[in-house]
């Protein structure tokens, strides 16, 4: 109707006396013409491009063929088995992935030098899109184990996240290493622990890992001055082993210093400013 009015104001009075009535028919075969181009789709916008790939379901994923994966050497080994399509999420598993053949034969990877438990984190991310122990929502504080300490004295929960952070980097999986981070924060440790857990990091993430590295010396930095007097053989012995760990200690605290003594001279305490020495005078 709204076509109809549109040209009716621009034509002669005359002129559409005479003209025929266009068919109301043409204009309602036009409509459901039109419409049914659309309702199968093929008109849509997002129809026409062709580059949107279908969602994989999660029956999809379990589908897939079963990947063994033998974890670990020198007689510790340990059977794994995954699904491909979920491995394929890993740039490291899907290039051995595709590798295998489609005759029928095995489909199976070495782990070497990876151990069984980091591997199961790693598996369990894929699956359920995280892993024990989880963080609680909204808070900074992970999910209760009855079968661990309460406190990490000898460092083995900071080193269990550090070992999946590390396994995610070998694996390419960006995701599962910004979580191990950040459930690494949440373990409440001692000086020991924090000192187990650095040399772990220092001894397998390369020099140029900040995500990872930088958050450790910070925390030396501006707590070695209490964690010394529980740990300071142990805190020296790493110094010692690793210099750079050493190096980012140190630095963070000069700048630390350098920073507070800026701060002071652009805003001097009252009566702090550099007085003339006075003389005697006899």
Known sequence: MASELSVSEDVPAEEQAAAPAAPVTDVEMAEGKEGGDHADGSELPYAESGDAEP?????????SPVVTMIVGSGGNETVLTAHQALLLQSPFFAEACAAFS?????????????ETDSVGCFLEYLYTGDYFPRKL????????DPALPSVDESGDQLLKHA????????????????????KIHCVNSTAKGEIAYARYVYAYTSKDDASIRAPVANFWATRSHTLRAEAEEEFRSLCLEYPQFGYDVLTRVLDEK???ESQSKLHPAPGSGRKRPRHSQI
Do not use: N
Not at 170 to 177: A, D, I, P, Y
């Open 55 to 63: 969602r994989t379901s999660f029956i999809d994923y379990l589908t």
């Open 102 to 114: 489609e005759d029928g034969g095995p489909r199976q990877i070495e782990l070497v030098g990876d």
């Open 137 to 144: 929502p909204g808070q900074r504080v992970l999910e209760s």
């Open 163 to 182: 070992r999946v952070y590390t396994l995610a980097e070998k694996f390419g999986v960006e995701k599962l290493k910004s979580l191990a981070t950040s």
């Open 258 to 260: 350098l920073k507070r």
